[in-house]
């Protein structure tokens, strides 16, 4: 057996801390996907339209991106095992708050204070597992939290549903609440104190820098959603806010004593590179959930049940594949396994790009089956990556930075890729176009993925040059 093996065999995975924080993972994951299948059912009851409803669910996502970062950085200063009690307290409370809900407006602000928490158990527990796991089984403990969040995606619209054929939609938010309450209950017992003492004040927090990217992001956000009726403005105008805010955050942030996002994290190789791939990846991932559907309903001519049943299959392969792929991080190191990740992303985007245009569903299937281990893959190794090296009083920034960075990569996929498909298509109603014209929109669609993904894995190749450069010594004197 060799050194690596014998490593990896000896130091055990603390299951119990583990179990606690995958359960605030999927706590967080069903918190935004057990709402989607509730929104036909409250758009009745409140009647209220399509529009107003999806509020329900872009309320939790845009306060989780606007806070992700804040929620990390709290970790560092208070103690990462209290600000995640914090955190599941807080969504206790909302919870309930949406499961009593007057109205939709009341549903909205419940959601919107549910997202806070939900930024902190999605921040929180990788970098409690670089604290609390065995740095030589870091990449199983990523693996794990990966999969969890994959559960939490393919679980909850199916408990969404089950609950709405037994009751009404407030018992998804009981649910939800009862799942955080056991969460908090496991984390209390499982989880020790944090060792060091924690005097810090809400002034170390950086206020104004956080204020400035809380705007950036939500006309980010707004942005990429195609903006909001009630704000006069328009797309170009909240790219410009959008960058507007930027420029003046870079600037507070050089100049702050306890910056939220020092510029050396983003100027250092490892971590920029890690959130710009991480940003890139997610923008393709983001592709197969808005693209696809247009093409299985519009080419293949998939009823809507058939669709959902397609769809599923990258949930449940990433379900399955998030712990094998943790393992692989702790046996072949973080750089090899990202690498290859990437590399068997760009072939499964060309799968998906061609083979269901000559073997249907099937190729399909086929070529999901290939690309979600993929994902997997890359996001244990590059979060491992990431968070490897990094200092104690910088972990829960870094994990709040990559939360936010896949955000934005999902809120980019989701305007850039359908704005990609339209363009190709040549017309916004898929529904009117031959299915034809579909099919070469969708193949040259994730053609287009296939570069980007060429483009992150030059990116991780970069970066494992300069890590290896780094390690080399020095010529003798």
């Not at 200063?77 to 206790?92: A, D, K, N, T, Y």
């Not at 100049?255 to 994290?265: E, F, G, K, R």
Request: net charge neutral.
């Amino acid at each position: 057996m060799s050194p690596i093996a014998s490593d990896i065999t000896q130091a055990r995975l603390p299951l119990p801390i583990l179990i606690s924080l995958s359960a605030a993972t999927l706590t967080a994951s069903l918190g935004i996907s057990v709402a989607s299948v509730l929104l036909p059912a409250l758009s009745n009851v409140f009647s209220v339209s399509v529009s107003d409803v999806q509020w329900v669910v872009l309320a939790y996502l845009m306060s989780v991106t606007v806070t992700i970062v804040s929620a990390g950085r709290l970790g560092d200063l208070f103690g990462r095992r209290r600000v995640l009690l914090w955190g599941l307290s807080l969504f206790i409370l909302a919870s309930g708050l949406c499961a009593m809900a007057p109205s939709l407006g009341w549903l909205i602000l419940g959601r919107s204070v549910q997202g806070f928490g939900g930024a902190i158990l999605i921040a929180l527990p990788m970098s409690l597992a670089r604290d609390r796991i065995p740095a030589e089984r870091l990449g199983a403990a990523m693996g794990l939290i990966g999969t969890t969040s994959a559960v939490g995606t393919a679980l909850g619209p199916s408990l969404g549903g089950l609950l709405l054929s037994w009751g009404d939609w407030r018992m998804a938010f009981w649910l939800l609440a009862g799942i955080a309450v056991l969460t908090f209950l496991l984390s209390l017992s499982a989880l020790a104190r944090d060792e060091e003492g924690h005097k810090s004040s809400l002034k170390d927090l950086d206020l104004w820098g956080t204020l400035v990217l809380v705007v950036a992001l939500v006309a980010y956000a707004l942005a990429t959603s195609g903006g909001v009726a009630v704000l006069p403005l328009d797309m170009g105008a909240l790219v410009l806010l959008t960058l507007g805010a930027l420029a003046l955050f870079v600037f507070i942030e050089r100049s702050a004593t306890s910056p939220l996002v020092p510029m050396t994290l983003l100027m250092d190789r490892t971590t920029g590179i890690g959130f710009a791939m991480n940003w890139l990846v997610g923008t393709i991932m983001m592709s197969t959930l808005v693209v696809g559907p247009f093409f299985l309903a519009f080419s293949l001519g998939l009823n809507e049940a058939l669709i959902g049943l397609v769809l599923a299959v990258g949930p449940a392969v990433a379900a399955l594949a998030g712990i094998p792929a943790g393992w692989l991080v702790d046996r072949f190191g973080a750089d090899r396994v990202m690498i290859f990740g990437l590399l068997q992303t760009m072939i499964g985007l060309l799968c998906l790009a061609f083979l269901p245009l000559v073997f249907g569903v099937g190729g399909y299937v086929m070529a999901l089956i290939l690309l979600t281990p993929a994902f997997q893959m890359f996001l244990a190794a590059n979060n491992t990556s990431v968070l490897m090296d990094a200092p104690s009083d910088q972990r829960g920034r870094l994990s709040g930075l990559l939360g936010l960075s896949r955000n934005l990569g999902l809120m980019t996929g989701a305007s850039a890729m359908s704005s990609l498909f339209v363009i190709m298509l040549g017309t916004g109603d898929a529904a009117e176009a031959p299915a034809t014209d579909v099919a070469h929109a969708f193949s040259m669609t994730f053609s287009g993925a296939a570069i980007l993904a060429m483009i992150t894995l030059g990116l991780a190749a970069y970066g494992a040059m300069g890590k290896r450069s780094r390690a080399a010594p020095g010529p003798a004197s």
